[in-house]
């Protein structure tokens, strides 16, 4: 059975830089799309950013666009979040994911598994 396990996340100052990793085991992800969602309390869950299986085409959201990073590492079955310059307003749970969405890659349904989410608060 696929599991996928965030880490890094945690307490920063606006400002400050978090990076969150995501372990996929159980199955081989390398021919997988990867993707981070968030969801913030009272909101729904929304998409941030997706890599390609092959690591050489990324996408993002608007308003993380030149402040977040999306990368992988096949060979270790990981996708990283690197997320700088951070805003009270990215406090949420960053939930990784993996699937073959295509096209629709900010929509959560195309998404096969899930991770259990990692808590990310920026104070302001």
């Known amino acids: 059975q696929a599991q996928l396990a965030e880490s890094g996340g945690g307490l920063v100052q606006a400002g400050g830089s978090l990076r969150l990793s995501c372990a996929a085991s159980?199955?081989?992800?390398?021919?997988?799309?990867m993707g981070w969602f968030r969801q913030a309390p009272g909101k729904e869950r929304e998409f941030v950013a997706h890599?390609?299986?092959?690591?050489?085409?990324?996408h993002y959201v608007d308003y993380v666009k030149g402040r977040f990073t999306i990368s992988r590492d096949n060979a270790k079955n990981t996708v990283y979040l690197q997320m700088n310059s951070l805003k009270p307003e990215d406090t949420a749970v960053y939930y990784c994911?993996?699937?073959?969405?295509?096209?629709?890659?900010?929509?959560?349904?195309?998404?096969?598994?899930w991770g259990q989410g990692t808590q990310v608060t920026v104070s302001s």
């Open positions: 994911a993996v699937g073959l969405p295509e096209i629709l890659y900010r929509d959560p349904r195309k998404y096969s598994y």
């Open positions: 890599i390609r299986w092959s690591g050489g085409v990324t």
């Open positions: 159980g199955r081989a992800f390398s021919r997988y799309d």
